[in-house]
């Protein structure tokens, strides 16, 4: 009997936009390396509009935005401490509920490998060193998730010839605010619908050159 491929699911959450995508790269180059499927899971994506990441790019990548096996933190595993039951609640049962649904999930889908326990082997410095050329894979793996798709490409082409400064100030992270402070979907698309609002669409898109050839792409 054949065994099925092994899957990896990883979960885009609240933090940095660049950080999201940078570790999604990494956990692709982790999934080739290992010969796992990656699937994206953009449930808690805090960039999510509607759909999650065909909101802004190419499905070159199985995604969902199952409750099931998705994860709000994936760069930790700890239990939370035990006060938080007093001075963060909801941080405290967030962790359990989601726990709860991780393991029934991975119950019935044994062959998958969720975010979190995926997240410090990637980074781990004796997966890294298996690699020859680290820097390649990593930016081939950035070229290959970001692919935009037609919507985000027309909103591209209007960004740049847009006048306004705004649209034009490589602002790496401060742009980041945006999804932060508009997390809530219905709030961001009702700014999305307001004329005049600072927090419009379409979305400029810039594009920034790391060292190393690696194209990366942000989105303010």
Known sequence: MKMKKKRIVYSLTGRGLFSELSNLALALVYADYNQEELTVNTRNWNARVEKGWSDYFE????????????????????KPWWGNIYYNPSAFFRYYI????????????PETELGNEVFLKMRSEDFLEKLEDIRNDYGSALRKILKFNEKT????????????????????????KLFKRHSDRKRLKKCAATPGSRYREPLAIH????????????IV
């Open 153 to 176: 490409t027309g909103n591209k082409e209007r960004g740049k010839s847009c006048d306004n400064s705004r649209y034009k100030r490589p602002e790496l992270f401060r742009r980041n």
């Open 59 to 78: 499905s070159v990548l199985p995604n969902c935005n199952g409750v099931m096996c998705s994860q709000y933190i994936v760069y930790k595993k700890g």
């Open 98 to 109: 989601f726990y709860i649904m991780n393991r029934i999930y991975l119950l019935f889908h």
């Open 207 to 218: 594009e920034l050159y790391l060292e190393g050839s690696a194209h990366v792409t942000y």
